[in-house]
């Protein structure tokens, strides 16, 4: 991996993370539209651990709310333990599954027309106005389902997780947050199972990964701060669209 194309896809990395269009899909897709060989391990490590970092310092008030009044926010602890597991389960039984299916485009395309389509049905649901403290273990247990869903590639771990909790009844506001909280431990177990798969780490790699850093850093909170500011007044809806157009080229490149 060259420099470039590390910064490159670094800054793919950032502004996907949280945008509801799916990080992994738009990686595997850019790679095979140029050419480049598949990312090493070290580097998507690097440029998770950027992106936990940004989300870690975007929530930095409401975790640390969360560590000083520990008892307060005991039920959301609970839920987001609960939203966790699902992933887990789905992340350790079906690993080798889930990395058959990088390699396909066809599969690709037909993972970013089911986010499509779960973006689109939001339109649908009118908000009941419902915020974290009216949750229940069922809503982080179907928000948490619909994250364990996400690990395939190209379909998006925040579109689905909001998704979910516009479908729960949540207003968008909660659903947001719960998801961006969600992201916490999703990105830190996968930087974990990275770190017990990365062998032989050249210097090469090393030095080239280190120039994502910051890319996905600076660019993964800024699409955490676009998505938090659009979703205030915005239709969700709108990004299905996109991930529609994406379905098309993944399906296009798959025949050429």
Known sequence: MTIIESI???IVQGLTEFLPVSSSGHLVLFQKIFGMKEAPIFFDTM?????????IFYLRKDLLDILFNFKKNIKLIAYLIIGTLPAVFFGLFFKKFIEQT????LFLS???????IILFITKFFKEEGRDISQMSWKDSLMIGIFQAVSIL???SRSGATIA??????LDRKTALKFSFL???PAIAGAIVLQIFNISNVSSNEIYSSLWGFFPAL???FLSLNFLDKYMANKKFSVFAYYCLFLAIISLALNYI
Do not use: E, M
């Open 8 to 10: 490159f896809l670094a």
């Open 182 to 184: 969600l992201s916490i």
């Open 153 to 155: 590639p190209s379909i």
């Open 47 to 55: 440029v998770h651990g950027a992106t936990l970092v940004a989300v």
């Open 110 to 116: 037909l993972c970013f027309f089911i986010t499509a």
């Open 218 to 220: 600076i660019f993964g």
């Open 102 to 105: 990088f390699d396909s485009l």
């Open 164 to 169: 979910s909790g516009i479908f729960q009844g």
